[in-house]
């Protein structure tokens, strides 16, 4: 079935340091969700991409949907202490039953006040 | 409002023990999901609902019950659990299950089973 390589598996930074995390598959998805899940809260849902070379923002955060289809980057500028957590990419593979993700093994973001 | 309602937030139960999760959404979701977490990994698709009927199960053990009385409420009945099935326990729900994504999870139930 299809994978999601994410990385890096995790981050410590600098408070007002950009952060880049980034998605890969072997196999094209015709959607990627960025989701942020808080310690003991479900994942919270950031930004939706639907279209390659979408490039979509959220305050601070940035997503894009590669040009190939099998990739996807979440950036996150200045970061602050609130945006400690656990960053999971999700997509959506085409004629896929039942809008099944598949979801990235997480990037784990600490940053450093 | 984008809001998936879960409860308990926390349960403890023995390996005889029966109990049951529930999930509520007011947004006119007609999909609806329930997906297991383990610690530090990504959230496991357990059950899939579309329009009130069962459209995945994803081989869950039969300790595992789903159950939907109607498009706005969602259940799992537990029963016979073994520690191993401790962990977060997510609902989520989707405008419908052939639209593209966004899926909108619960805060979850974190589940020990003793």
């Known amino acids: 079935g299809q994978q999601l390589n994410q990385s890096p598996q995790s981050m410590f930074i600098q408070e007002g340091e950009d952060v880049s995390m980034n998605c890969t598959s072997s196999s094209i998805f015709n959607t990627w969700l960025w989701y942020k899940q808080d310690p003991g809260e479900g994942p919270v849902l950031l930004i939706a991409?639907?279209?390659?070379?979408e490039l979509t923002s959220n305050g601070r955060l940035t997503a894009q949907f590669g040009i190939t289809r099998k990739d996807s980057f979440l950036n996150i500028s200045a970061s602050i202490p609130s945006d400690v957590g656990i960053y999971f990419c999700?997509?959506?593979?085409?004629?896929?039953?039942?809008?099944?993700?598949?979801f990235g093994g997480g990037t784990r973001l600490m940053v450093k006040p | 409002d984008t809001e998936v309602t879960q409860t308990p937030k926390h349960l403890v139960m023995g390996m005889t023990n029966k109990k049951s999760l529930k999930c509520e959404q007011h947004m006119g979701h007609r999909a609806m999901y329930w997906y297991k977490q383990k610690a530090k990994k990504p959230p496991e698709l357990m059950f899939v609902?579309?329009?009130?009927?069962?459209?995945i199960n994803e081989s869950v053990p039969s300790r595992f019950s789903p159950e939907c009385p109607n498009s706005s409420l969602l259940n799992l009945h537990l029963h016979a659990l073994q520690p191993e099935d401790s962990a977060l326990y997510l609902c989520a729900s989707s405008q419908d299950n052939d639209r593209a994504g966004k899926l909108f999870f619960g805060s979850g139930t974190q589940l020990s089973v003793l």
């Open positions: 609902y579309s329009y009130e009927k069962l459209s």
């Open positions: 991409l639907y279209k390659a070379g």
């Open positions: 999700a997509g959506r593979a085409p004629n896929n039953a039942g809008n099944m993700l598949t």
